[in-house]
């Protein structure tokens, strides 16, 4: 490598030279401020690199210790290349470590952002900081920070998910959550409206039954947002208040199965309608507030399979007949009398899982 490309790791402000100069010269810090007519704190300044070298200081350097104008002039610039050089350095590794942080092959997959050309790096970094809203890298380590600490998760982020996906889902949802127009917050409505969600559970068309779902949860406050995790994020569910009269609720169709879905559908309305409203719930597969978790597992069995018939299901037989007729008997859907049977360890894991049905994301009306 030659000269002319050389960049160094380390920095060399002109002060070390012009120290060494009045060393050789035996010139004292004092001695050389009265010879310029620099104050002391101008001069520890210069020495320091903190003041730079303009024309009149170098033809002062060059009339008292040495070395042409133009030496120092150039000294000067080649310091200052240098500072550049190394931060820019370290912002571009900064900004790599962040986007390994983040699925940026996902955010693009989806469309959440574009894939840019050029100097791919910037190209990815200035779309992932226009994506979450922040001028910087530590902009956005200082915003979330609380996000990631703070809040009252369902799962702990460090047994399946991480972080950065986490966060990235939390905030294309809240993205589109803001766009939907929605009435004002009223738990009373949201809660009376469930027995009529409950009756799309028999409806096997996505494309039918979530356009509806949308609406009947927008009529009481909620924004009801379907949008695929990213690798990374294992989430199925997330609620929050974006605002005081305003809830989000974030499904990701995780498991693609009907019994999943509408299980974490009503495990989440039970967050909206029983919990908190500055805590954020995601339903992870790990209970972290077991309390607050039991709660909404028990408010969305009681939706599917209501208490009075908890004595049927625990004495049907277990044939596939007997389940489709007791389905149609509850109003429910065959894939979640399943799933309740499977959760009650009458089914297996395995069996009659047939009778669920599966989803892909073409059919999904997504956000």
Known sequence: MTGKHFQPEWMSPPGATICDLLEQHNLSRERFSEMTGYSLERVDRLLSGRLSITQDVADALQKLVGGSAEFWLSREDQYRNDISHLQAKGDLHAARAWLNELPVRDMKKFGWIKAGGGNVIKSDLDQCLRFFDVASVSEWRKKYHGVMSAVSFRTSLSFESQPGPVLTWLRYGEMQATKIKCRAWNAKGFRTTLPKIRQLTRNKDPNSFLPILKKLCAEHGVALVIARAPAGCHASGATRFIAPDKAMMLL???????????????????HLLLHSHRALFIEDGNDVNQDEEDDANRF????????????????????KLSIIQLAVKLGISRGILVGQLQHMKRLSPRQFNRLKRRFNWPQMVTD
Do not use: C, G
């Open 252 to 270: 990701s169709f995780r498991y693609l199965s009907d019994d999943q879905f509408w299980f974490t559908f009503f495990h989440e309305a039970a």
């Open 300 to 319: 969305a069995e009681d939706i599917l399979v209501p208490p009075e018939y908890r004595k049927t299901v625990k004495n049907v037989s277990l044939t």
